[in-house]
């Protein structure tokens, strides 16, 4: 009995069978000019399978009378199989070489058999297929030939009214004539088939990258700015918000420790904090807006209004503080963090062209990330304006007056946790 594995490669090997044979000669080609050859590739061989119950039946009618049509169509078997071959010397080569194989043979076919065989119908099934062969970006050419076709389908049934083979009576006529319309049908019916398919293929693989970008991009900007985007409600975001609350948390001795790490166990050290305090800010549906090094950014309040914000701030703040004893004990040794907070005004907007970004300035910012770097390791520090807001809900530690980098002196304090 076969493996699983086994099994699982069997099925992809005989899956697509149907589609190797389409895709033989198109690769390295953009996939619109593939799904162009591919359908090249199926017209070429079903050309060259419907051309075998030809000769079976001008070898099996009257061999010796019909010899002709059967030394000269014969190649075709072979010359439309080999159109694959010739994708290797353009995009547009194994159509054109097709197209000309097929004008002349269909000529030839009239030219011996005359217009009561049926046999110029191939020319209205090779004027539907040239628009698929040659594709949207070369309809000069698609437009030729289909122009030839009509002009080759009228000419022989002026000039080539009556078979030139003796041999062709008209009861041989009236079986060509049966026999040439279902595979017209077949021919044309298989060909758009195959191409619709193709269309629908690419749909589905279009529809997979849309949905990937979408997704993407708003893992890199907030859901409702990326559906502004999206749907061009907007060519540039920047909103000014009357009250948001920002977070800073920045790892303590952090350059020591990147010093001694392997850059593999730093990265690995990285994404497990970041990775919980992603998890902690889309609990408290609050936004983060990025790391810096080992900083890490969140706003509450913004894109869309929020009553609350400054609350889910300040508890994602002690979740934090939480979060990192969990993970200090997982690593064995102390992983603080320093945790500033302010609410305030601010702009919010979506800057760069090639790698977006969704940022927020304004003095709220610039004093939340004081509030961190003047802070302590392990404690959550906010100034007066938060703690007015907070104090009828959470504890707080009076710090005093510090010294604050382009504030002046300003009094803080801690936030130890929520009123019991």
Known sequence: MPSRRERRTGSRQSLPVSRLLAGCGTAGYPPHVRRRMAVTNVVSLLCSLMTVP????????????????????SPQIV????????????????????SVIW?????????????????????????????LVFGAERVLLSTLVTVLSLLAFLGTAIFFPTPALAAADPALLEILFLLTVPLVF??????????FQEASLAEVALEKEHRFSTRLLENILPRAVALRLKHRETAMVADHVDSATILFADIVDFTPRAAKWPPNDLVAFLG????????LAANHGLETIKTIGDAYMVAGGLPEPCADHAESVAQMALDILECCGQISAEYGETVDVRIGLHSGPVVAGVIG??????????????????MESHGV??????????????EHRFDFELRGEIEV???????VWFLNGRKR
Do not use: E
């Open 405 to 411: 980098k382009g504030k002046g002196a300003m009094r």
């Open 377 to 390: 390791a392990g404690r959550i520090q906010v100034g007066d304006h938060l703690k007015g807001m907070l």
């Open 79 to 98: 010359l439309y199989a080999v159109t694959p071959c010739f994708h290797r010397l353009g995009p547009s080569a194994a159509a054109l070489y097709f």
């Open 353 to 370: 062209s090639n790698k977006l970004l969704y940022d927020v300035w304004g003095d709220t910012v610039n004093t939340a990330a004081r």
């Open 103 to 131: 004008l002349a043979f269909a000529v030839v076919y009239c030219f011996l058999f005359g217009r009561g065989s049926g046999l110029a119908l191939y020319f209205l099934a090779g004027a539907a297929a040239a628009m």
């Open 186 to 195: 077949l021919l044309i019916f298989t060909t758009v088939y195959f191409a």
């Open 272 to 279: 497990r904090v970041f990775r919980s305090f992603d998890d």
């Open 54 to 73: 030809y000769i079976l039946l001008y070898v099996f009618y009257d061999y010796q009378g019909l010899w002709p049509a059967i030394v000269i169509l």
